[in-house]
């Protein structure tokens, strides 16, 4: 039996994506999985991050932060475009 992420219906970028080994795997399982997993997704990322802090003190804190200002600038843009 073909799992859907492995259907050709998929676009071929995100067959690819799929297959990135950490970040393609929560990916696959936030999309065809249970929809509890997006709690777990958010916990483990929250925990990450503030394993950063706890590793590297205040740049392990911001530095994520900082890098997720495009994605809220995108995220806005995308709201008020729709």
């Not at 799992?3 to 393609?24: C, D, E, M, T, Y």
Request: proline residues 7%; aromatic residues 16%.
């Amino acid at each position: 039996m073909t799992h859907a992420a492995n259907s050709p219906s998929i676009p071929l970028w995100q067959r690819l994506f799929f297959k990135v080994p950490v970040v393609g795997w929560v990916a696959k399982d936030l999309l065809f999985g249970d929809k509890n997993n997006v709690w777990f997704a958010l916990i483990a990322f929250f925990s990450l991050w503030m394993s950063a802090a706890l590793t590297f003190g205040l740049p392990g804190l911001y530095l994520p932060a900082v890098a997720l200002v495009p994605v809220v600038f995108l995220v806005l843009l995308l709201i008020t475009k729709g």
